[in-house]
Structures are given as C-alpha cells and as structure tokens.
Nanobody, 124 residues
Framework: QLQLVESGGGLVQPGGSLRLSCAVSGFTLEYVAIGWFRQAPGKEREGVSCISGTDGSLYYANSVKGRFTISRDNAKNTVYLQMNSLKPEDTAVYYC?????????????????WGQGTQVTVSS
C-alpha cells in the first residue's frame, strides 16, 4: 500500500526558507510520480512541483519557479521540496501525492495517494 508522510512545515518570516520532506512507503520512487500541492484557505488546490519516477524530469508552477527546488533521495525513498525566498502568498497546507499509474509529471492527471499535509505559514 502506497503511503506518504509529510514533515517540515512551520512558521517562517518572509524571505526565509523551509524544506519539506515526503517519506514514501509501498513503492520505490522510480515507480511513481511525486507531486507537491498546496491549498490556501478559500483557494483552489495548486500543483506546485513534481518529479517523475521515469526519468527524474521536473515540473514547477510559474508561481514558485526559481524559488522552490524538488529533489529525491532514492536510498531514503524520500522527496524534498526546498522552498527559498518565501512570500506571504506561499502560506498554505502543503501535500505530497503519488501516482504509479503514470510516472511522468502530467499534472492534469489525478494523483492516487495523498499525505496528510503540513502547514506552511509565511508571516512577520
């Protein structure tokens, strides 16, 4: 069974950094696409970033491009989201999600397994 557990959220000042972790069990990372999503109160869920299980190709939303970096540690079966130059508008609950049916980062396709989410708050 595919399970995901996020960690690393918290309160940070504007301009600061956080690193989120997504520990995956049930599948090795080469066999799944892993996406990071976020949802702020009153807003639709947004796909932030993704790493392909097939070839490690990456996707970033325009809103985070140049500030966020997704990576993976195959030995730990963990995916990370390094978030730099954080802005108040980055405040949201961040979720990681996995999809084994299609391992490329095609964001329009649904992700089948989700973590519980971790809160990120950017505020002075």
């Amino acid at each position: 069974q595919l399970q995901l557990v996020e960690s690393g959220g918290g309160l940070v000042q504007p301009g600061g950094s956080l690193r989120l972790s997504c520990a995956v069990s049930g599948f090795t990372l080469e066999y799944v696409a892993i996406g990071w999503f976020r949802q702020a109160p009153g807003k639709e869920r947004e796909g932030v970033s993704c790493i392909s299980g097939t070839d490690g190709s990456l996707y970033y939303a325009n809103s985070v491009k140049g500030r966020f970096t997704i990576s993976r540690d195959n030995a730990k079966n963990t995916v990370y989201l390094q978030m730099n130059s954080l802005k108040p508008e980055d405040t949201a609950v961040y979720y990681c999600a996995a999809r084994w049916e299609q391992r490329m980062c095609i964001m329009a396709l649904p992700f089948s397994s989700w973590g519980q989410g971790t809160q990120v708050t950017v505020s002075s």
